[in-house]
């Protein structure tokens, strides 16, 4: 029997950005579409614009709902009627606008069953503000729409790194008060169980980064590793997580320590994507765990700099789609043994102290 086709979805981002162009790159490679059905959550003029631009041979085909998309095509899901302005390279809040149009009609979808992993063209996180977008980014909007109460996580992520974050989009001068032991051991619990469950390590060992430089060197440069995350690495090894650390991240990074690991939780945003992006070159993806969609997208921005030149990469992007099929898979492939647990046997206690026959109780299995 054929295994069915994932289906992806994939919202176009920014339109003045190398959100069209990446896609259209990745689906000129026939072979794609026998690994996925493709859906863009976008705009056919917009999309044609770009084609044309760029003078690239991509062909697409227009639907009206994500139930109308065929295997063996790259769809395209109108989300809008509205005439868009393309500018090139150029910020706008149209170009806004119609970043945030796509990617809302994709999470109406994901929550009627419509596709089964998301992936995301890069959006202009200032254009995209409006009433119906006060989020940093992609994660915080995505977890609040689907997220269903759960906390998400961001991972940077290729073959060899897997590094996530504590704090995310978030002022510099805001970390320190951000860095709890709290915090710290909620993040490394997804960290964890996503290890386990979305990449199938079985036992995953994490090392936690130190917020001050050189690990506070004893309190004298800072004294958070002493009171904050040493007392939550503790914690965390009392629960069976292994977490190890804190390290410094200059010589972590520096002597080659993160491949002796499966995950590296660092404090902030640039501590960990900074060395993340230097050693994952074009590779890079970036997945957002701890939700019930998989989401993953590349780990660039819009690039408006060279928006419109033809010469953005699209190796990361079609990176985050091998990523996100094979993390649905490994889901399915984590959850089905759960699905259907044997009873567990029980005697029963007799008045007279002697054991009764076996007794059958259903227990609910624990991830």
Avoid at 76 to 95: C, I, N, R, Y
Avoid at 275 to 295: H, M, S, Y
């Amino acid at each position: 029997m054929e295994e069915r086709k994932i289906r992806v979805a994939i919202t176009h981002g920014d339109t003045n950005g190398i959100g069209y162009e990446v896609i259209l790159k990745t689906f000129a490679n026939p072979t794609m579409l026998e690994l996925c059905t493709p859906i863009i959550y976008g705009s056919p003029k917009v999309a044609a614009y770009h084609r044309k631009a760029l003078d690239l041979p991509t062909n697409f085909s227009i639907i009206e709902q994500a139930q109308d998309a065929q295997d063996g095509r790259l769809n395209l899901l109108a989300t809008f009627e509205d005439e868009v302005k393309v500018e090139m390279g150029q910020p706008s809040k149209e170009a806004g606008e119609a970043a945030l149009k796509a990617l809302d009609r994709a999470m109406t979808d994901f929550r009627a069953g419509l596709y089964d992993v998301l992936v995301t063209a890069p959006i202009n996180k200032n254009t995209i503000q409006s009433d119906l977008f006060h989020f940093h980014g992609h994660t915080e909007y995505i977890e609040q729409s689907v997220g269903d109460g759960q906390k998400a996580l961001m991972i940077l992520m290729n073959d060899t790194l897997r590094v996530a974050l504590v704090t995310t989009h978030l002022p510099i001068k805001d970390v320190a008060a951000a860095i709890t032991k709290e915090a710290i051991m909620e993040k490394a619990r997804i960290f964890h169980q996503s290890l386990k469950r979305d990449l199938r390590i079985s036992n995953p060992r994490i090392a936690v980064l130190a917020l001050n430089p050189h690990a506070g060197d004893g309190g004298v440069l800072g004294t958070e590793e002493q009171t904050v995350i040493q007392p939550a690495i503790e914690e965390l090894a009392k629960e069976g997580v292994q977490a190890f650390g804190p390290y410094a991240a200059d010589g972590f990074f520096g002597s080659g320590a993160y491949s002796r690991f499966d995950g590296v939780l660092a404090m902030y945003h640039d501590q960990g994507l900074a060395p993340f992006k230097t050693l994952a070159l074009e590779n890079g993806v970036n997945f957002t765990a701890g939700l019930p969609i998989v989401r993953t997208s590349p780990d660039h921005g819009t690039a408006f700099d060279i928006a419109g030149k033809g010469v953005a990469d699209e190796q990361s992007f079609r990176q985050a789609i091998y990523a996100a099929i094979d993390i649905w898979r490994n889901r399915q492939q984590y959850d089905e043994p759960l699905a259907n647990p044997l009873p567990k046997l029980y005697h029963e206690k007799r008045e007279d102290g002697e054991k009764a026959r076996f007794t059958v109780k259903k227990e609910q299995p624990k991830s």
